[in-house]
């Protein structure tokens, strides 16, 4: 099996950790724009794309993480690329 690009990966953790519908889009999406990215949402998506990653965030990260793009750009200061 080929494995998805972290981009793709990380909007199908976003997906599934918000439980977003399909026609949310992913990219544009902020913190508490939506009404499933909450402070509980927020934790469970961390959550999930620390497993996803298999990484860890520190508490800057974590608070900052506040857009799909903030996201990525955290996955790859810590290592994960394409």
Do not use: C, K, Y
Not at 39 to 51: F, K, N, P, R, T
Not at 54 to 60: A, L, N, Q, Y
């Amino acid at each position: 099996m080929v494995e998805l690009r972290t981009r793709e990966r990380l909007t199908s953790v976003f997906r599934s950790a918000l439980d977003l519908d399909d026609n949310v889009s992913v990219e544009s999406l902020r913190h508490r724009d939506h009404p499933n990215w909450n402070s509980v949402g927020h934790l469970a998506l961390v959550v999930a794309i620390e497993d996803e990653f298999d990484v860890e965030f520190d508490t800057d990260q974590l608070i900052g993480m506040d857009t799909f793009h903030t996201a990525l750009r955290t996955l790859a200061g810590l290592g994960v690329a394409d």
